[in-house]
């Protein structure tokens, strides 16, 4: 079957715009992550969806970022008025039951100017 | 607080054996999972360690000790597509025992 799926594949903005990230999880995976990798750094855990609620939004950097899921399948990251060292790659995973075995987007690439 | 450990590089050559180590500082957690990124792609599990002791899948191997705070993972028959970057993670014993706490991160690179 599908994997996860994310899009934009990269974005470009320019400092002070707003971007929306999306994440397609693979189907009939329950719970659904948000990382955030910088150029040669490890993955940020940034939030964690189970169904459609959020426990955890801790990671999030700050208010700027949020995220919600719908229908308990895809998940948008939104970033406003973004900020040059928002620039990384930030990835999307499932799981099906136990979160140790995550299944990885292939990430948007996001660059601010 | 929960840390992990891991080499930042790793230099071998083609058909050699490697071990990439990784140690960790936690108060309890589920299980050590490895995970290998290729450049530009998206990280993909390898194996998972729930209980100590050594756990082959393959080629690769990963290895638990938790009275060490050590595991490692084990390549063997090195080949040049296993060039990238291998993560450790671990599942804290907390509430929250949903979140995942990555290494750093080691970059292998195979030589001919």
């Known amino acids: 079957g599908a994997g996860v799926s994310q899009s934009p594949s990269n974005k470009v903005t320019e400092k002070g715009k707003d971007v929306e990230l999306r994440c397609d999880p693979i189907?009939?995976?329950?719970?659904l992550y948000w990382y955030r990798q910088s150029l040669g750094q490890g993955l940020e855990f940034l939030i964690y969806?189970?169904?459609?609620?959020?426990?955890?939004k801790s990671g999030l950097p700050s208010d700027r970022f949020s995220a919600e899921r719908t229908g308990g399948s895809v998940s948008t990251l939104t970033i406003q008025r973004t900020q040059q060292e928002d620039s990384a790659v930030y990835l999307c995973?499932?799981?099906?039951?136990?979160?140790?075995?995550?299944?990885f987007g292939p990430g948007t690439r996001l660059t601010v100017l | 607080g929960q840390s992990l450990e891991q080499p930042s590089e790793v230099t071998a050559v083609e058909g050699a054996i490697v071990q990439i180590n990784c140690t960790y500082q936690t108060s309890g957690f589920y299980g050590l999972s490895w995970y290998q990124q290729h450049d530009g792609g998206a990280p993909t599990f390898l194996s998972y360690?729930?209980?100590?002791g050594l756990e082959e899948t393959g080629r690769f191997s990963s290895f638990l000790s938790r009275s060490d705070s050590y595991g490692y993972l084990l390549l063997q028959e090195l080949q040049m597509k296993d060039s990238a970057s291998y993560f450790c993670a671990v599942r804290p014993r907390m509430d929250s025992s949903y979140k995942l706490i990555f290494g750093s991160g080691t970059r292998l690179l195979v030589r001919p």
């Open positions: 360690n729930a209980l100590d």
């Open positions: 189907s009939g995976h329950t719970a």
């Open positions: 969806f189970q169904g459609n609620s959020a426990p955890d």
């Open positions: 995973a499932s799981t099906p039951s136990r979160p140790d075995t995550q299944y």
